[in-house]
Nanobody, 122 residues
Framework: QVQLVESGGGLVQAGGSLRLSCAAS???????MGWFRQSPGQERDFVAA????????RYADSVKDRFTISRDNAMGTMYLEMNGLKPEDTAVYYC????????????????WGKGTPVTVSS
């Protein structure tokens, strides 16, 4: 029903920046969208989410004031601008679509991309 494709990951040094993109197709306008991240052997954690219908945005405490989530005017692509990257930000970043608010609760019903890896060296 919803297809999500992430891009923009890579290897950066601590303090650097990356911009992730998520291209959405299908019935994506029926859902809020957001970003999660997961390291090997770890849980998939919430990063940021956006609900364009009511202009709501929320972030995990660990990325507040460093990451910015946005969508383009057509709402076909979602972005995550990551600044001041830290080694602990290293993870595979996943795009998600689902009911607001996005989080661990209800995550099994979300649509997911395949992820884009981000590695931050110290």
């Amino acid at each position: 029903q919803v297809q999500l494709v992430e891009s923009g990951g890579g290897l950066v040094q601590a303090g650097g920046s990356l911009r992730l993109s998520c291209a959405a197709s299908g019935r994506s306008n029926s859902y809020a969208m957001g970003w999660f991240r997961q390291s090997p052997g770890q849980e998939r954690d919430f990063v940021a989410a956006i609900n364009w219908r009511v202009s709501q945005i929320r972030y995990a405490d660990s990325v507040k004031d460093r990451f910015t989530i946005s969508r383009d005017n057509a709402m076909g692509t979602m972005y995550l601008e990551m600044n001041g990257l830290k080694p602990e930000d290293t993870a595979v970043y996943y795009c998600a679509a689902g009911p607001w608010p996005l989080g661990k609760i209800g995550s099994r019903q979300y649509f997911w991309g395949k992820g884009t890896p981000v590695t931050v060296s110290s």
